[in-house]
């Protein structure tokens, strides 16, 4: 199929950014690895390049603390090449000042507008908390995924979530007052549920469409006779939310929050049948998460019309080299787009990508500095 958007990250430029003081590189449109000793920056790169795109770090959701140690500010700063023009985006973070974000040096005015205009997608060890964590994890995955083809629900994320913590508000006052305010509780009510109802169709869409494309992944990486499946869990399943609301209210004034809601959904990740947390091996737990990813890298693509980003944080510790190659070999055909991969094993690396005949850059990290 024909994408008629081709994005790709040209430059990166970082100043105080984690353990990174001072940074610039300019990266092939194909395949770019960083190189190094654990412990060195390579995740951070990664990090830096999920920053530019979504507005956050992957890793670590409080933004000063991606600040280098003992400096006032960070900056990350890269070229976007899309099909007919050249984007320049600038993010500044600083201590007691809100984050920054500007597209071509007009900062925006809200966040939600610049997500989803370079979608990207990380595939990180910290993923097996989808599989050992709460629904929480699962919930931010869903969202993730959804919020960077529709803004849509983007905005009715950010509406729900700030109803919900007005209700919860009332509610918790309730209990330290002795003092009900049903009317105000009924108009957060009659708001939260025609976007919890898009929200739950949004989800429960995208999880019939993910399926079938991540059940061929998997078994184009583990061929195998094992059968993977993702099941959405919702209170909404069989329920009106208005109603449930409604009926949940004692046990809501109780327990001062709100009990009920697409906040306290899940994603169930299943193999042969079973939850994936109880049954899978270490093995099977990274390949699911690995095209699970690889899935969502697809129908991103395929909602946007446009490659993301793929980034590839040591995904390859713990595979044997074959499987290595596979996982390469099958994200270096021409389905995906640009792509960075951090690794320890120079020499490995180097031999794979040779082998792959596309065009590379190699990046040697050493404790914050960056060389090719």
Same mark, same amino acid.
């Given at each position: 199929?024909?994408?008629?958007?081709?994005?790709?990250?040209?430059?990166?430029?970082?100043?105080?950014?984690?353990?990174?003081?001072?940074?610039?590189?300019?990266?092939?449109?194909?395949?770019?690895?960083?190189?190094?000793?654990?412990?060195?920056?390579?995740?951070?790169?990664? &990090?830096?390049?999920?920053?530019?795109?979504?507005?956050?770090? !992957?890793?670590?959701?409080?933004?000063?603390?991606?600040?280098?140690?003992?400096?006032?500010?960070?900056?990350?700063?890269?070229?976007?090449?899309?099909?007919?023009?050249?984007?320049?985006?600038?993010?500044?973070?600083?201590?007691?000042?809100?984050?920054?974000?500007?597209?071509?040096?007009?900062?925006?005015?809200?966040?939600?507008?610049?997500?989803?205009?370079?979608?990207?997608?990380?595939?990180?060890?910290?993923?097996?908390?989808?599989?050992?964590?709460?629904?929480?994890?699962?919930?931010?995955?869903?969202?993730?995924?959804?919020?960077?083809?529709?803004?849509?629900?983007?905005?009715?994320?950010?509406?729900?979530?700030?109803?919900?913590?007005?209700?919860?508000?009332?509610?918790?006052?309730?209990?330290?007052?002795?003092?009900?305010?049903?009317?105000?509780?009924?108009? !957060?009510?009659?708001?939260?549920? $025609?976007?919890?109802?898009?929200?739950?169709?949004?989800?429960?869409?995208?999880?019939?469409?993910?399926? $079938?494309?991540?059940?061929?992944?998997?078994?184009?990486?583990? $061929? &195998?006779?094992?059968?993977?499946?993702?099941?959405?869990?919702?209170?909404?399943?069989?329920?009106?939310?208005?109603?449930?609301?409604?009926?949940?209210?004692?046990?809501?004034?109780?327990?001062?929050?709100?009990?009920?809601?697409?906040?306290?959904?899940?994603?169930?990740?299943?193999?042969?049948?079973?939850?994936?947390?109880?049954?899978?091996? +270490?093995?099977?737990?990274?390949?699911?998460?690995?095209?699970?990813?690889?899935? +969502?890298?697809?129908?991103?693509?395929?909602?946007?019309?446009?490659?993301?980003?793929?980034?590839?944080?040591?995904?390859?510790?713990?595979?044997?080299?074959?499987?290595?190659?596979?996982?390469?070999?099958?994200?270096?055909?021409?389905?995906?787009?640009?792509?960075?991969?951090?690794?320890?094993?120079?020499?490995?690396?180097?031999?794979?990508?040779?082998?792959?005949?596309?065009?590379?850059?190699?990046?040697?990290?050493?404790?914050?500095?960056?060389? &090719?």
């Amino acid at each position: 199929m024909f994408y008629s958007i081709s994005m790709y990250l040209q430059s990166l430029s970082l100043l105080n950014f984690k353990n990174i003081a001072e940074a610039e590189m300019i990266f092939s449109p194909r395949i770019n690895c960083f190189v190094g000793n654990n412990g060195v920056g390579k995740t951070n790169l990664l &990090d830096a390049i999920h920053y530019l795109c979504l507005c956050k770090s !992957y890793f670590n959701p409080i933004d000063t603390q991606n600040i280098r140690h003992d400096q006032e500010f960070a900056m990350i700063q890269g070229v976007f090449s899309m099909k007919d023009r050249e984007d320049e985006i600038m993010c500044s973070i600083h201590h007691n000042r809100n984050k920054v974000f500007k597209r071509n040096k007009k900062e925006y005015e809200r966040l939600a507008q610049h997500i989803g205009l370079y979608p990207v997608v990380m595939i990180s060890p910290e993923d097996s908390a989808l599989i050992m964590e709460g629904s929480e994890e699962r919930r931010k995955f869903l969202n993730s995924v959804i919020s960077q083809y529709d803004k849509g629900y983007l905005e009715d994320m950010i509406q729900y979530n700030k109803l919900l913590a007005q209700r919860n508000k009332v509610l918790k006052d309730f209990g330290s007052t002795r003092r009900f305010d049903e009317e105000m509780l009924a108009v !957060y009510d009659e708001q939260m549920v $025609p976007a919890a109802a898009r929200i739950y169709n949004q989800r429960i869409d995208f999880t019939n469409r993910m399926i $079938p494309i991540f059940q061929h992944y998997y078994h184009r990486i583990a $061929p &195998d006779k094992e059968m993977v499946d993702l099941h959405y869990q919702s209170q909404l399943l069989d329920h009106d939310f208005g109603l449930l609301l409604k009926d949940s209210r004692d046990k809501d004034l109780a327990m001062q929050y709100t009990t009920q809601g697409i906040h306290k959904d899940d994603l169930i990740l299943r193999l042969n049948g079973h939850a994936l947390k109880k049954t899978g091996s +270490q093995g099977q737990q990274k390949t699911f998460l690995v095209t699970l990813k690889l899935a +969502q890298f697809d129908f991103i693509k395929e909602m946007n019309k446009a490659k993301p980003i793929l980034l590839l944080d040591d995904v390859f510790d713990k595979f044997d080299e074959s499987r290595v190659r596979q996982i390469i070999r099958l994200v270096s055909g021409d389905h995906f787009g640009q792509i960075f991969i951090s690794h320890t094993d120079e020499s490995k690396m180097q031999s794979i990508l040779e082998d792959m005949a596309t065009d590379f850059r190699l990046f040697h990290v050493t404790n914050g500095s960056i060389s &090719d």
